[in-house]
């Protein structure tokens, strides 16, 4: 793997984190009830659960593609 994949890769990866923390850190600092926040909190887990699952799919196909 060359290195520009290995910095792009990266910059992918803060990117969702910090995505994924801004929007935690929206969600608990919003005027909500306890049960709509939880419930968004839920939301948003799943949405990032999502988003990993695909990446890890796609590094995955990456590697088997790299392998052949």
């Not at 929007?23 to 009830?33: C, E, N, V």
């Amino acid at each position: 793997m060359t290195n520009d994949k290995k910095k792009g890769g990266g910059f992918v990866k803060g990117t969702i984190i910090g995505a994924a923390a801004g929007a935690i850190a929206g969600i608990l600092f919003a005027p909500k009830a306890g049960k709509e926040t939880r419930k968004d909190i839920a939301d948003t887990a799943q949405k990032a659960k999502n988003t990993a699952e695909a990446k890890l799919k796609s590094t995955y196909k990456e590697l088997g593609d790299f392998a052949d």
